[in-house]
């Protein structure tokens, strides 16, 4: 067989381009066809389906939902038969992504301006003006147009995905943190892990089969908990078994096809490991939900066997999330640590009692969590945003306060006022409710204090580290107008303290 034959078996087929003609001349269905034949857009060719009427055109576009481009025409069964089916699209089947490009072989019937004016299409032409090239040249820009519009929602549906991913992950694992036995625990866990990935528990004793085990040092498995092909708790077949050994020797949760196994480990050796094999392959936002989930259960499961407070592992769920936000925008790895560990010592050198500081320092890393629904091209801009843009990036303290706001858990609580209070100003020219002085509550104050030193005294992707000089004078600069006076005070006259913050929690150091 030839080389150049085998290359091409050997490559993928992506999709044809579906461009859906709707014209009751059947010739033009077929002069369409003949112009279009060798048309192709990023190595796609083209589907033509053929509609003859704008009944036929309803029917198709009703149930198919991926046609990117509608050449149609205006008088077919009726005068406007055409524009009724463009109006039918945009407003009742709420298709704004198809391209509809108009065509006419009456422009008196369907006047361009009147149409443009009120229909929701993208191109106007007369059939008399469409030549083989134009129709090629038209038909090119609209599916350009498609597929950079289709691109941009893919974007909105990943970040809408993942923000209501972290709004399930708190939620199941506030569930997880309510079970106070191992049974419980291990149950409690595969509900969760199913709810996570957005499946009822019918649709799991169907397709899925997962268990989880305790393996402790000098022991064989127990099974705790078993959902699916199995009610025997002492059986694991060889398959789960292996996987499970991965993790074992791996010391971490694994990710392999369909198939997930939570690696949840104590200081005494004891082992938690959740297995689960889906009927399907588990996607990367759902890789990383699980693998977000799977290091704050780790810790409920420490607590279990320590008695450990539950606010540990509530304050280690929230630094997970606090370095997704910061990693997804590209903020130095200790941000999170440092702004935690310098508001906590702010805090308790003003006089605030530990529980209080405490509190503050575990609630501090979600303090941008809202940043995780912020498109990449405001977050990651390098240069300055324009004034459209800060409007959208403001918008991360009203999502963070909502992602947040209506637990019952005193961190998420004071997370939540955080995320929402920490871009106030206490001259009240802050956002996004423009609270002033003592409205701003203390725990926002000290956070967007300890906030703006260690933006300053970092480098970013936008700007090198300031000198601590120049750091100190916009400090006294801003301390009345951005930035709570006696905070500032309080920071500058224990620099000492925020300058060993920086060193302890850099690169390379062992916190």
Not at 11 to 16: G, I, S
Not at 154 to 165: P, S
């Amino acid at each position: 067989m030839p080389l150049q034959l085998l290359r091409e078996l050997d490559e993928p087929t992506l999709p044809p381009w579906k461009v859906l003609i709707v014209d009751d001349e059947p010739d033009v269905h077929q002069v369409t066809k003949l112009a279009l034949r060798r048309f192709e857009l990023d190595g796609r060719r083209l589907e033509f389906i053929d509609a003859y009427s704008g009944a036929e055109a309803k029917e198709k576009l009703s149930t198919i939902d991926d046609i990117a481009v509608i050449l149609l025409d205006v008088v077919m069964e009726t005068d406007d038969a055409g524009l009724i089916v463009a109006k039918w699209t945009r407003e009742e089947l709420c298709n704004h992504l198809t391209r509809i490009i108009l065509r006419t072989g009456q422009p008196g019937q369907a006047p361009e301006q009147d149409v443009i004016i009120n229909y929701d299409i993208n191109d106007y032409k007369e059939k008399t003006e469409l030549s083989s090239a134009k129709l090629f040249t038209t038909l090119y820009s609209s599916i350009r147009s498609y597929r950079d519009i289709m691109k941009i929602e893919q974007v909105r549906e990943r970040e809408t995905n993942y923000r209501q991913g972290l709004e399930r992950v708190i939620q199941s694992t506030s569930v997880i943190f309510q079970k106070n036995t191992l049974q419980a625990f291990s149950d409690g866990i595969l509900q969760q892990v199913l709810s996570l990935l957005g499946m009822n528990e019918q649709s799991m004793l169907v397709s899925i089969r997962g268990l989880a085990t305790i393996c402790e040092p000098h022991s064989d498995y127990q099974v705790l908990a078993q959902i699916g092909q199995s009610d025997a708790r002492d059986e694991i077949d060889p398959e789960a078994k292996a996987s499970l050994q991965k993790a074992i020797d791996a010391k971490k949760s694994i990710i392999e096809g369909d198939i997930f196994v939570g690696y949840f480990a104590t200081s005494s050796g004891a082992v938690s490991l959740l297995y689960l094999k889906g009927a399907r392959k588990i996607t990367e936002l759902e890789s990383q939900l699980l693998t977000i989930f799977s290091h704050s259960v780790s810790l409920a499961f420490e607590n279990l066997y320590l008695s450990q407070e539950i606010i540990d592992t509530q304050g280690e769920l929230i630094y997970r999330l606090g370095d997704v936000v910061e990693s997804r925008s590209e903020e130095a790895g200790f941000h999170v640590r440092r702004l935690s560990e310098l508001s906590y010592q702010l805090c308790k050198l003003m006089g605030y009692p530990e529980d209080k500081a405490t509190l503050l320092r575990l609630a501090a890393p979600m303090h941008d969590i809202g940043k995780i629904a912020i498109p990449d091209s405001v977050l990651l801009k390098p240069g300055k945003l324009d004034a459209e843009e800060w409007e959208v990036m403001k918008t991360h303290s009203e999502i963070g306060h909502n992602i947040l706001a209506g637990s019952k858990r005193s961190i998420l609580q004071t997370a939540a006022t955080i995320a929402h209070e920490h871009h106030e100003r206490v001259d009240g020219n802050g956002y996004p409710q423009g609270l002033k002085g003592d409205e701003i509550s203390i725990e926002a104050r000290i956070i967007a204090v300890a906030d703006v030193f260690d933006a300053l005294t970092h480098e970013r992707c936008y700007k090198p580290a300031w000198p601590i000089e120049d750091v100190i004078e916009v400090l006294k600069s801003s301390k009345g107008t951005h930035l709570d006076e006696r905070v500032v005070d309080t920071l500058l006259d224990n620099l000492d303290v925020a300058l060993a913050i920086n060193e302890n929690f850099q690169a390379g150091s062992t916190h």
